[in-house]
């Protein structure tokens, strides 16, 4: 009788471990890190506390989002205040809070690329601070940021949009026109 070559069954199970060892390591490297729902629930956060900050005090609160590459993403919360020198000029004094921890950072690796208020880009520079106005009622203005997450040579595109009658960020993958 003839001989017939085939492989074991230990042989079999072997190449079908690597397999699945490799299909398992490609997966996890291919799939970025979800860091979009902390991002969204952050802002979120922060945009009802400067609302209640603006409706408790009764003053208008101004947001500034600031963007570097080496400091990644920040914004900051002021307060308008009156000048105590000259009763005509207003000044922001920026809020410290116990309950949020301001300014809010981001991690370097994510950062502003371009922020849209009112359906325009406003004059001012993302390394110096682009504001946002909040009423005394608790109302902003529309408001539409585009971020970026760099991960090695990838970036991540996504927009938030605020709904400001609500008060809260919607998320949408890469960048929404204004």
Request: proline share 5%.
């Amino acid at each position: 009788m003839k001989a017939h070559k085939a492989f074991t069954l230990i042989e079999l199970i072997a190449v079908l471990l690597i397999i699945g060892i490799l299909a398992a390591s490609f997966s996890a490297l291919k799939r970025p890190e979800d860091v979009w729902p902390n991002i969204l629930s952050s802002f979120n956060d922060f945009i009802v506390f400067a609302c209640q900050e603006a409706i408790v005090n009764r003053k208008i609160h101004r947001v500034v989002f600031t963007s570097s590459e080496r400091a990644g993403a920040i914004i900051s919360l002021f307060r308008e205040e009156v000048d105590p020198e000259s009763k005509n000029k207003k000044i922001y004094e920026e809020i410290k809070s116990v309950y949020l921890d301001l300014p809010l950072k981001f991690p370097k690796t994510v950062r502003f690329n371009n922020i849209y208020i009112d359906g325009k880009v406003p004059d001012e520079e993302l390394g110096r601070g682009v504001p946002l106005y909040i009423t005394e009622d608790g109302l902003a203005q529309d408001l539409l940021i585009h971020l970026i997450r760099k991960r090695g040579e990838l970036e991540d595109r996504a927009t938030l949009k605020l709904k400001p009658f609500i008060g809260k960020f919607e998320f949408f993958e890469g960048f929404q026109k204004p």
